[in-house]
């Protein structure tokens, strides 16, 4: 219920009790179970706006976390930060210290968060395993002090093997990160605290090994060369990969060991000051005209100029460009002047305009583009109304650099729906991830438009469910920033919206129960109760608009591509209630409505009928306050009196030739009215199953009128259902067969004479009429007397059903 139910109250209330369970039972086993749930879904977007549940939850993970017991718990810790990191939640780990720091005071603040460290990394070198070397990483980020005391068991894992497997890679690659970390806390003198056998082995990762490792050991280089102001410890590596560049620049051929010496030189540009430290000639470099003098602006421009030459020779694709446009995002950190140049702009253009099976290139861009984004925005914060200098000597701002960047926001967001509107493939949803990393960091330096940026993300919340909660988070950000331009862009997400699902998942389309549909629309509600109030009102116009216009003429055109395998044998995915042949021939009759697929026999019929449904199951599960409950509710009388009345009137004059797709649309589109108005009347969390009950009790009759394919049947619905306004009435199920026998057994006892009665003696003046007591026989037992009572009461009912 945490995690699956759409209702959002009842998951913040699942979590209330898990929150309670682990505070109360931190011995238990299933304690650890409670808090994995917890931590999963810390990062929901539930979670955004209410501060007071996530306050107390991460006050109950703390117990958890740092009580008397939690050194014999240190396993279950490091599977608990490990999951928080595969999450994507990095606040959890500040706000977990953050809570520690606010209940323990300062005093015994560090005291505890060392203990913790300690019996953390005394459990994992006990017993290693690569999938928990993140949870460790994401805590030295935030506490690299309390790591300074296990340096040496750190350095055990830099000793690899050559060629190193996958496990110590990803060991070498934590504890290179980690050592970077505890350096640039540690500051100047920090190199005398590492062992010499430990920097030999961090100098043999940079030198041996794959660039994945290069760049962390070349950052502990880097740190402590600039720390200490002593180049000499990068000199050689870097001079070595500046020839290279240099090599490459004048002559692009994919030289093998390119790619690992950007990366070895886009991180000392990155870490390190090289204009300052090293002259061109220390580099063995020479200064090409027109160009600037220092090391590491020469460097960089060679990167730059190797894009250029790629673009110019229409070599797009070579093997080695997605690791350096990642190489050039590290090295146009620091450089932030030359990301203003028409090279560096055309290169982010480059890597962006991709081709069917170079999805690679892409992806390396878009991460490339997202972390530089986040580093000028972070440097913007930083300096205020601070300036760097541009390559011509002038003052640039760190704003105006992000500006340069927003021209490639139209195609980030055109990325984000790369292959929802075809066969799903695999490279389909790493690049819609990386775009999404690109779209937010848009968002939060303030370049997003935030009608096109919620246009874009509908469709992903809806059809990717790798990028759901991402996707509505974003969409609440926005929402919060501009909610007049998301209620905007609400009509055209929508529909975006519907073709994505008519791709990727058909199967979630239908007016019966879609649990995953459901729970997806409960998350955008989340995105409608930030909105302000005319803002919500244009949500709930602008979805009824789509409802009243089902219109077959047309129709097709209002979605960017939808399948055409319509009919035929793809029919089944398409049905109505969301089940094939084999689900009707099982139940027919579950619902109260037959649910074969060919009773539309029509495509577009299907398609209508879907879209309006999906519109209004969107309706159902919004938040509507009582204000906006009376505005459904006129929205539907409205239509029921006015455009469905006139259809109908048309068709009686014969004042114009309505056909039976005309009349179907129309007849669609009442029957799903006629259920809003039904549905909003009851209590928000039985809206959902109401709305499906007043469809279910409709859609026979609808049905068997579309099945004639005339307009005289479909006007004889129509007719029948505007003589019943907006009221549906609900029949009456048949009783199982637990209730026939005890109708039969009263029946029956009827026909018998009966025995000795006697009466209860109750005050019958302080009693109401239904609850007077029945005469029962002596001698029974109270379960006897129990069935009694029973078999009368069914009888009566029986009795008053006649």
């Avoid at 209702?7 to 929150?19: E, W």
């Avoid at 990762?205 to 962390?216: C, K, M, N």
């Avoid at 701002?397 to 799903?424: D, K």
């Avoid at 026999?601 to 919004?622: D, E, N, T």
Wanted: aromatic share 6%; proline share 6%.
């Amino acid at each position: 219920a945490a995690g699956a139910d759409p209702s959002v109250a009842v998951r913040n209330a699942a979590r209330r009790i898990l929150s309670s369970f682990v505070r109360c039972n931190l011995e238990s086993p299933l304690a650890f179970e409670a808090c994995s749930d917890l931590v999963g879904h810390l990062a929901s977007d539930t979670w955004r706006g209410n501060g007071a549940l996530g306050g107390k939850v991460l006050e109950d993970l703390r117990e958890y976390f740092f009580g008397a017991s939690a050194p014999q718990r240190a396993p279950f810790l490091l599977k608990l930060l490990a999951a928080a990191h595969r999450s994507g939640s990095k606040s959890f780990v500040p706000g977990l210290l953050r809570a520690q720091r606010s209940s323990g005071g300062a005093s015994r603040y560090r005291p505890s968060i060392s203990a913790l460290v300690a019996s953390l990394v005394s459990t994992f070198a006990a017993a290693p395993e690569p999938r928990y070397m993140a949870g460790l990483q994401a805590l030295s980020e935030v506490v690299p002090w309390a790591f300074v005391g296990h340096i040496a068991t750190l350095g055990v894992f830099l000793a690899i093997g050559s060629p190193p497997s996958a496990g110590q890679e990803v060991f070498a690659l934590g504890a290179c990160t980690m050592l970077a970390d505890i350096l640039v806390a540690l500051g100047e003198g920090a190199a005398r605290i590492v062992s010499p056998w430990a920097w030999a082995r961090v100098d043999l990762l940079v030198t041996s090994h794959s660039s994945r490792l290069a760049r962390p050991a070349m950052r502990c280089l880097c740190v402590v060369a600039e720390s200490e102001g002593n180049p000499e410890r990068i000199l050689a590596h870097v001079r070595r990969a500046a020839s290279v560049l240099r090599a490459e620049a004048d002559n692009p051929q994919g030289a093998p060991g390119l790619a690992r010496a950007a990366w070895i030189a886009a991180t000392a540009c990155e870490h390190c000051d090289l204009d300052r430290l090293f002259a061109l000639k220390d580099l063995g470099l020479s200064a090409r005209p027109g160009r600037r003098t220092g090391a590491g602006s020469a460097i960089v421009e060679d990167m730059l100029h190797i894009f250029d030459a790629c673009a110019r020779t229409g070599q797009q694709h070579f093997a080695t460009l997605p690791a350096l446009i990642l190489a050039l995002g590290f090295a146009l950190r620091r450089h932030m002047a030359l990301a203003t140049t028409p090279k560096a702009i055309a290169a982010f253009t480059l890597g962006l305009n991709i081709a069917r099976g170079h999805e690679l290139m892409a992806e390396r861009t878009l991460e490339s583009l997202t972390h530089l984004l986040e580093s000028l925005t972070s440097q913007a914060e930083t300096l205020g109304a601070g300036e760097v200098r541009g390559r011509d000597g002038r003052k640039i701002a760190p704003g105006e650099v992000t500006v340069q960047f927003s021209r490639h926001q139209a195609v980030v967001l055109q990325l984000l729906g790369y292959g929802l509107y075809r066969r799903p493939e695999a490279a389909d949803v790493p690049l819609r991830a990386r775009a999404l990393s690109a779209a937010r960091a848009f968002q939060s330096a303030g370049l997003a438009h935030p009608g096109s940026t919620s246009i874009a993300l509908i469709p992903a919340l809806f059809a990717d469910r790798a990028l759901r909660r991402s996707a509505a988070a974003l969409l609440v950000a926005v929402a919060r920033q501009n909610s007049d331009a998301v209620a905007a862009g609400m009509t055209s997400g929508i529909r975006h919206a519907f073709a994505a699902i008519m791709w990727q998942a058909p199967q979630n389309l239908s007016l019966a129960s879609s649990a995953t549909l459901t729970r997806t629309a409960s998350d955008l509600a989340c995105t409608f109760s930030v909105c302000k109030r005319s803002s919500r009102v244009r949500w709930v116009r602008s979805l009824f608009s789509e409802i009243q216009g089902l219109d077959g003429s047309g129709f097709l055109q209002k979605f960017p591509g939808l399948p055409a395998e319509l009919g035929g044998a793809k029919a089944a995915r398409l049905s109505p209630f969301g089940g094939g042949r084999r689900r009707a021939a099982q139940s027919p009759s579950d619902d109260g409505a037959a649910m074969d697929e060919a009773a539309i026999r029509s495509p577009m019929q299907r398609l209508l009928l879907l879209f309006g449904g999906f519109c209004a199951h969107m309706l159902v599960v919004l938040p509507l306050s009582p204000v906006e409950v009376e505005l459904v509710v006129d929205e539907c009388t409205k239509y029921l009196e006015l455009r469905a009345a006139a259809t109908h009137s048309a068709y009686e004059h014969d004042e114009e030739n309505v056909g039976a797709d005309r009349f179907f649309s129309v007849c669609a589109a009442t029957m799903l009215c006629r259920a809003l108005a039904q549905a909003v009347g009851s209590e928000a969390p039985l809206r959902t199953r109401a709305f499906q009950v007043a469809l279910t009790v409709q859609w026979p009759t609808l049905m068997t009128a579309s099945c004639a394919g005339t307009s005289e049947a479909m006007a004889q619905w129509l007719g029948d259902a505007l003589a019943s306004g907006t009221a549906v009435p609900v029949p009456r199920k048949r009783p199982g067969r637990l209730a026939r026998k005890l109708i039969a057994s009263s029946v029956e006892s009827r026909c018998q004479p009966p025995g000795p009665e006697v009466e209860v003696k109750v005050p019958l003046d302080t009693m109401t009429p239904e609850k007077r007591p029945l005469p029962i026989a002596l001698g029974e037992t109270p379960v006897g007397i129990e069935r009694s009572l029973k078999r009368q009461r069914m009888c009566q009912v029986q009795l008053i059903e006649d």
